[in-house]
């Protein structure tokens, strides 16, 4: 079992800057693909971002060139950097960790909020 624990949400004004955070139990980004998901009220999850166990990074078209994930193998710890936030970034956002062997394990979410 897996878990994630998210930290850094919160309120925003627009062309702003937060950093979300994911701790996860355990050294697990060797065998797990680590991302970033956000989900609005009555829409369906959508993707932010991922971070491969090599690196290799997948970005969502509306947040490229604004957002980056990162992650400290050190701290078992996934970040997403959001630049230049807008207020249609405001949602939820959930951090993921999936492999094909044993699927995709959620963390609690936290809110951002973009607003003036």
């Known amino acids: 079992q897996v878990q994630l624990v998210e930290s850094g949400g919160g309120l925003v004004l627009p062309g702003g800057s937060l950093r979300l955070s994911c701790a996860a139990s355990g050294s697990i980004f060797s065998t797990y693909v680590m991302g970033w998901y956000r989900q609005a009220p009555g829409k369906q999850r959508e993707l932010v971002a991922t971070i491969a166990n090599g690196g290799c990074t997948n970005y969502a078209e509306s947040v490229k060139g604004r957002f980056t994930i990162s992650k400290d193998n050190a701290k078992n710890t996934v970040y997403l950097q959001m630049n230049r936030l807008k207020p249609e970034d405001t949602t939820v956002y959930y951090c993921?960790?999936?492999?094909?062997?044993?699927?995709?394990?959620w963390g609690q979410g936290t809110q951002v909020t973009v607003s003036s």
């Open positions: 993921s960790a999936g492999s094909p062997a044993t699927g995709v394990f």
